[in-house]
């Protein structure tokens, strides 16, 4: 096969690889330039944009793995990354600008839900995609708490301006209500600021809103699906038996409402002794794996126990608790995985033509 030919296969190839962002085929997306063949070695730049970047090497490796099982005579091919820039749609009625909003729910109380909400977005944020984080655990909020962030959110030309981790936008009802205030919710009041939060706030382009839910799962999920079609749900659990049984109802339920589950994740899974290096599996462990194939939902991994992501969290250093690697690393992980999952659903969503009802 010479040169010239496998230049000519190599547009048709890219007619069955799916861009991972919008799931259409990246030859009608223009994302894949610059080639050059030289004795069978094909070379190409890839763009891709903020959102899929936590897993943009991956999908640089399947465009190769693609390459060479799509056309003949290729001996090796190098994919060049790049960056692109795609403006985020607008989400159902309330002129949020974002491409995915992601709920971190549990069936559970105390599970590690606001930790892990907050260490998502800021890990992926670390990874290059455009990330919200909202708390609508507004009878409890404690995202301000983990983060260390403090002020009033101001008002500029009718929209709250969100106050920011870095340059991560956050949104919680602690920053309207003094600390130890108790607040009395009703139920339309809960309605309201849920609505608010998502409608009124200066939230930028996102890629991701990541919103951190209250324990149990009733009134503000069911806001949630009614104000805007949520991307998916993230359930964190523990190992221990009574944990994964409610895990399972909580996946139940999103199910029900329409939710797409895009993984379980398994938290205070083992405890490893700095001192020793031994594992005590202190709640159990493999738990959330297992239940996770009972019901066919994808398991993102696990967080172990760590001392450090406790009592730095608790003093608001949760941002720079995570600048270290042992911490960083899992989430990370979960991170790749809930990016995987949500690109996913994108590819399997069917198109257009197969929507189209059959005559
Ligand atoms: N992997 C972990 N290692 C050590 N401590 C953890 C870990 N995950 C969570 N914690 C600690 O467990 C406690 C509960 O976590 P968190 O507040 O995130 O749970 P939650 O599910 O949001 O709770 P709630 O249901 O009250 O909203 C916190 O003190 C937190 O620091
Ligand atoms: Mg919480």
Redesign the pocket.
């Known amino acids: 096969m010479s040169d010239a030919e496998i230049h000519t296969q190599l547009p048709k190839a890219l007619e069955s690889f799916k861009e991972p962002e919008s799931g259409r085929a990246i030859s009608k997306t223009g994302q894949v330039g610059d080639w050059t063949v030289s004795d069978g070695n094909v070379s190409c730049r890839l763009s891709l944009t903020s959102m899929v970047q936590p897993i943009a090497t991956e999908i640089a490796d399947a465009l190769r793995d693609h390459i060479l099982a799509n056309v003949s005579g290729v001996k090796d091919v190098q994919v060049q990354l790049d960056t692109t820039y795609r403006a985020a749609p607008t989400i159902g009625q309330i002129g949020l600008k974002a491409k995915s909003v992601i709920a971190v729910a549990?069936g559970k109380?105390?599970?590690?839900?606001?930790?892990?909400a907050a260490s998502i977005a800021i890990v992926l944020g670390r990874m290059g995609a455009k990330v919200g984080l909202m708390d609508a655990?507004v009878y409890?909020p404690?995202v301000p708490h983990l983060l260390g962030l403090e002020g009033r959110p101001e008002i500029v030309d009718g929209k709250i301006q969100p106050i920011k981790s870095g340059d991560m936008p956050v949104m919680s009802m602690g920053f309207l209500v003094g600390k130890d205030q108790a607040v009395v919710w009703r139920g339309p009041m809960l309605h309201g600021s849920i609505t608010q939060f998502l409608r009124d706030t200066a939230w930028g382009e996102l890629d991701y809103l990541i919103i951190?839910m209250?324990?149990g799962t009733g009134d503000v999920a069911l806001t949630l699906s009614q104000l805007l079609p949520l991307s998916g749900v993230v359930i964190?659990c523990t190992p221990q038996e009574v944990a994964l049984l409610d895990a399972g109802k909580a996946i139940a339920m999103f199910e029900k409402t329409k939710v797409p589950v895009l993984g379980v994740v398994e938290?205070?899974s083992g405890f490893t002794d700095p001192e020793s290096g031994k594992t005590f599996n202190i709640f159990g462990k493999g738990g959330a794996r297992a239940k996770a194939e009972e019901l066919g939902v994808p398991f993102l991994g696990e967080?172990?126990?760590?001392?450090d992501?406790?009592s730095e969290?608790?003093e608001g250093r949760l941002a720079d608790v995570l600048l270290d690697p042992t911490i960083a690393r899992p989430i990370e992980n979960i991170c790749r995985g809930v990016v995987r999952s949500l690109v996913t659903q994108i590819a399997n969503r069917p198109t257009v033509s197969a929507q189209l009802p059959v005559l």
């Open positions: 549990a109380g105390g599970v590690g839900k606001s930790t892990l655990d409890g404690s951190d209250p324990p964190v938290n205070m967080v172990p126990i760590q001392m992501l406790r969290s608790d």
